[in-house]
């Protein structure tokens, strides 16, 4: 009988609000996720909530840990000094593509931030990230990009980073969405490579955020042709206030949430001969 791939599945945004977070421990606790990026430019990763995680990886490690770099709006830059603001926040995710792809943006104040947010992981967590990636997929941008790999290859050269390229079965060419995501990680990869940096070898979990969206039947699609050591990220979590205000990805995380704990979830890792892998 052949081996069970061995997939990574990294629920993002944990710091953003105290529902995600809660619902990002329970899953890690019951074995339903191996990996979470940790949000240090959010309001919600203080010391109680940086406490609660890593208590979970106390005597056995349940779940690598990483940095989820952070640099579109709503939220605010940790260090002083940072350009290209709108009311002191970082820009939408949509303007700042497209002053990436201008090449309009400064990559020192860029390089400054993103070492800023993993000076501050290490201070919580008492260590470097196990991975590190970006929020809304920021650190694929053109010039980002220059000063995230920058960053890492510095200060936490044996890290791995998130590349968002689509195993080959994945490449439906209707999905625009995850077009995009290939496109921008070619280069991503390719610079990474230059500089020894280690990156994920595929990825998935990318859909439209619409209110009717049936997460149940994508997260099989995701799964399908997916190769050992890949990545699949989710976004489960709880609705809250905070959650409201901060993120217009709401009751779809409540749906990742209760797929994620159903029986349904492990019959579908069994069907496709896919495993958890060991953080």
């Not at 579109?72 to 009311?87: N, Q, W």
């Not at 919580?124 to 929020?135: C, M």
């Not at 995230?148 to 998130?162: I, M, Q, T």
């Not at 009751?251 to 069994?270: G, I, P, Q």
Request: hydrophobic fraction near 45%; charged fraction near 25%.
């Amino acid at each position: 009988m052949n081996e069970p791939r061995r997939i990574w599945l990294c629920a993002d945004d944990y710091g953003l609000a105290p529902g995600v977070n809660a619902a990002i421990r329970e899953l890690i606790l019951r074995g339903r996720l191996n990996a979470t990026s940790v949000m240090t430019a959010a309001p919600h990763c203080g010391p109680e909530e940086v406490a609660a995680l890593n208590t979970l990886n106390a005597g056995k490690t349940r779940a690598a840990l990483g940095l989820h770099v952070t640099l579109t709006a709503p939220f605010t830059p940790l260090s002083a000094g940072f350009e290209t603001l709108r009311d002191g926040a970082f820009l939408p995710v949509n303007d700042m593509l497209k002053r990436a792809i201008a090449r309009r943006l400064k990559v020192e104040p860029l390089t400054i931030e993103i070492a800023t947010q993993l000076r501050a992981f290490i201070e919580r967590f008492g260590r470097l990230p196990d991975f590190v990636d970006g929020h809304q997929h920021v650190h694929l941008f053109p010039q980002v990009r220059n000063a995230f790999l920058k960053v890492v290859s510095e200060a936490a050269p044996a890290v791995w980073v998130r590349q968002c390229g689509r195993a080959r079965l994945h490449r439906q060419m209707h999905d625009p969405k995850s077009l995009v995501l290939d496109m921008l990680s070619l280069a991503f990869r390719r610079q990474a490579k230059r500089r020894g940096i280690a990156t994920n070898p595929a990825f998935a979990g990318a859909y439209a955020f619409t209110p009717n969206a049936d997460y149940a039947k994508l997260f099989p699609r995701f799964l399908k042709g997916m190769s050992d050591g890949g990545l699949i990220m989710c976004h489960p979590g709880f609705v809250d206030a905070e959650l409201e205000r901060l993120d217009p990805l709401t009751t779809l995380r409540e749906r990742e949430f209760a797929y994620f704990k159903s029986d349904e979830f492990s019959h579908v890792l069994a069907a496709e001969s896919a495993a958890l892998a060991s953080p």
